[in-house]
């Protein structure tokens, strides 16, 4: 979920140069963004990860097996408190590198275009990105971790355990490029 350039200023993934890295592909829409925002954020943290390309990152957090490092600021560090004997976290960061203007995206693997918010894409208005992870070890204000996709250095928003008594739906249903569409406002 993760965006970066190479040294040139060129996407490995795709070539393009660093003005036009994140420029719509054909078939999707961006928007001009509003003027001012809504609300005001805390970074409360960093996220280490062993990635610092695009093309380095996994496409979504099953796909990492990697230990990754969460250092949470010291002002922050004493909500970690009671964490120890905690297995999965819901890990929420900001992708920080993702273009913000996308309100219609062409995924590689689909015939056609989908609403971002059909998708688990970086590149959305607000780039709120969650992992469940698992939490490996507490270490004063680092977690390690294992289920993230982004870069390296991406900003930490916030930390809540993962409890999957109300956390996970095993019937939840996602439409996919063979389904047939439902229109926003449909049932």
Known sequence: MGCGLDAGGADPEDGR???EAFGPRPGETAVALPEAFDAGLY?????????????????NSGQS?????????PLFAPGLQSLAGTTH??????????????????????PAPRGTFALRSPARP???ALSVVELLAVGGDRLTVRGLDCLDGTPLLDLKPYFASTDAKPEARVARRDD????????
């Open 17 to 19: 140069r660093d003005d």
């Open 126 to 128: 607000n780039p709120i």
């Open 43 to 59: 970074f409360i943290g960093r996220i280490r990860t062993p990635w610092t390309r695009r093309a380095e990152c996994p496409k």
């Open 180 to 187: 047939a569409p439902r229109e926003a406002g449909g049932s």
């Open 65 to 73: 097996d990697a230990a990754c490092t969460i250092e949470v600021d």
């Open 89 to 110: 976290l819901l890990v929420l960061y900001w992708m920080d590198r993702a273009p913000r203007n996308l309100v219609a995206q062409q995924p590689r693997h689909a």
